[in-house]
């Protein structure tokens, strides 16, 4: 667990930075309730939010018994054609990333591509240039430790040395099994109770983000 002061914060892109999750749930239940399996929203956040695009898809390929090789694409339009229209921010986060004083990067299951067009639409693209990194970039994504041991890896901090930003189960169980300090974020549709266990903060605000951090 940390030792010493936090030198690099991790943080996750959907939930944390953009306020996608909302979208994402609403696009992706009523998508696969069309191709024959019916979830509701709060299935789809219970069952793969957080979690790879791959692992998603062969969720539901299993579900249905069949493979569904147009689900990549058919899922990016629908999902980006929400993004532009209704994408936004997570309130507060503009401030709480002006007033860090700590190396920050991004470390989401999501890929390349959705993560900058994410980050871009809401502004946050240029504060985290270069310092991106997607589950697409490792073998094992959440919430196995490799993507935050890898982002570490990649900037020099060792894992005891950073804290990670999540809003989901598998994003603070990966967090720990890398050995890193979890900052719980429960102001969007995760429960509070998903996020809270060993090594983890859980709040609600990203106006408290710094002094989290600090208090590290």
């Known amino acids: 667990m940390l030792r010493g002061p ?17 979208l994402a749930v609403r696009v992706e239940a009523a998508l696969v309730t069309s191709l024959g399996w019916p979830l509701t929203e709060q299935d789809v956040l219970e069952r793969f939010v957080g979690r790879s695009d791959a ?3 062969g969720e539901i390929e299993r ?3 069949r493979p569904l090789p147009e689900w990549p694409e058919l899922y990016r339009r629908r999902m980006y054609r929400a993004f532009r229209s209704d994408l936004a921010a997570v309130p507060g986060i503009e401030a ?3 007033e860090l004083t700590v190396p920050s990067c991004v470390a989401s299951s999501g890929t390349h591509d959705k993560i900058r067009l994410t980050l871009g639409l809401t502004g946050l693209l240029e504060r985290f240039e270069g310092r991106i990194f ?3 970039d490792v073998e094992h994504p959440k919430p ?5 041991l890898y982002a ?4 020099g901090v060792p894992p005891a040395a950073c804290v990670v930003v999540e809003d989901s189960r598998s994003g603070v169980q990966a967090a ?3 050995g890193m300090r979890v900052l719980g974020y429960a102001g969007g549709l995760t429960p509070r109770e998903w996020l809270a266990g060993p090594g983890t903060v859980v709040f609600d605000d990203m106006a408290e983000l710094e002094a989290l951090i600090g208090s590290s």
Not at 7 to 14: A, K, N, S, T
Not at 144 to 148: G, I, K, M, Q, Y
């Open 152 to 155: 570490a890896a990649k900037l």
């Open 134 to 136: 997607s589950g697409a």
């Open 176 to 178: 720990r099994a890398a």
């Open 6 to 22: 936090a030198r690099l914060v991790i943080f996750d892109c959907d939930g944390v930075l953009v306020d996608s999750e909302r």
């Open 144 to 148: 196995a430790p490799d993507l935050f």
């Open 96 to 98: 709480a990333l002006d």
């Open 63 to 65: 579900a249905l018994g």
């Open 55 to 57: 692992y998603v898809q």
